[in-house]
């Protein structure tokens, strides 16, 4: 099993970027495809971006396409969002998830952050 948690949310303006951190505990990181997904007030959870255990392979959501970028280090139990030209519709909670395989889906995954405030302004 892994334990995550996600670091680096804040307040931006539009426009500006942010860098999320989520960072696994255990010795199973590297065998797991990780994902990020959001929570914005009154809605459900939706996909953000995905990466594969040996991080050749990434998915993202038309919405964040072009814009963020998923990365992860394994030899550090880590993985990143790298979030570039914030809109105020990206205003969410983020939560980072670890699962078998790199899937789209929320129940495709096993374990999940407790998540961090992402807010932008307009």
């Known amino acids: 099993q892994v334990q995550l948690v996600e670091s680096g949310g804040g307040l931006v303006q539009a426009g500006g970027s942010l860098r999320l951190s989520c960072a696994a505990s255990g010795r199973t990181f590297s065998s797991y495809a990780m994902a990020w997904f959001r929570r914005a007030p009154g809605k459900e959870r939706e996909f953000v971006a995905t990466?594969?255990?040996?991080?050749?392979?990434?998915t993202y959501a038309d919405s964040v396409k072009g814009r963020f970028t998923i990365s992860r280090d394994n030899s550090k139990n880590t993985v990143h969002l790298e979030m570039n030209s914030l809109k105020p519709e990206d205003t969410a909670v983020y939560y980072c998830?670890?699962?078998?395989?790199?899937?789209?889906?929320?129940?495709?995954?096993?374990?999940w952050g407790q998540g961090t405030q992402v807010t932008v302004s307009s």
């Open positions: 990466i594969s255990a040996g991080g050749g392979g990434t």
């Open positions: 998830a670890a699962g078998a395989y790199r899937r789209t889906v929320e129940r495709g995954y096993d374990y």
